[in-house]
């Protein structure tokens, strides 16, 4: 079994910054793509960033130049620092990570349970 265990959410001011993280733990053999998703209230979840296992990245165009996603394969994580924050990137975020499990023949796809990021005044 895999879990993916998010921290580092809360309440900040417009303009404020924020870093979260995304830890992996449980039969890993390796990890393939990790990404982060939010979801506001009333909206379907959507893709904020994702890296590949070689570190290339894509970001949701409203967040470009704002967030910086980054995995550290060592120690299975993955960050999302976004700074310049709006009110409208308030949501519930949600990592997810490709896995491959011990003994496993193909990648399967796990979530966190979500963090709470608002930001307002």
């Known amino acids: 079994q895999v879990q993916l265990v998010e921290s580092g959410g809360g309440l900040v001011q417009p303009g404020g910054s924020l870093r979260l993280s995304c830890a992996a733990s449980?039969?890993?053999?390796?990890?393939?793509?990790m990404g982060w998703h939010r979801q506001a209230p009333g909206k379907q979840r959507e893709l904020v960033a994702a890296?590949?296992?070689?570190?290339?990245?894509n970001y949701k165009d409203s967040v470009k130049g704002r967030f910086t996603i980054s995995r550290d394969n060592a120690k299975n994580t993955v960050y999302l620092q976004m700074n310049s924050l709006k009110p409208e990137d308030t949501a519930v975020y949600y990592c997810?990570?490709?896995?491959?499990?011990?003994?496993?023949?193909?990648?399967?796809?796990?979530w966190g349970q979500g963090t709470q990021v608002t930001v307002s005044s």
């Open positions: 997810n990570a490709q896995v491959l499990v011990s003994g496993g023949y193909y990648l399967r796809t796990y």
């Open positions: 449980g039969s890993i053999l390796s990890i393939d793509d």
């Open positions: 890296i590949t296992s070689g570190g290339s990245t």
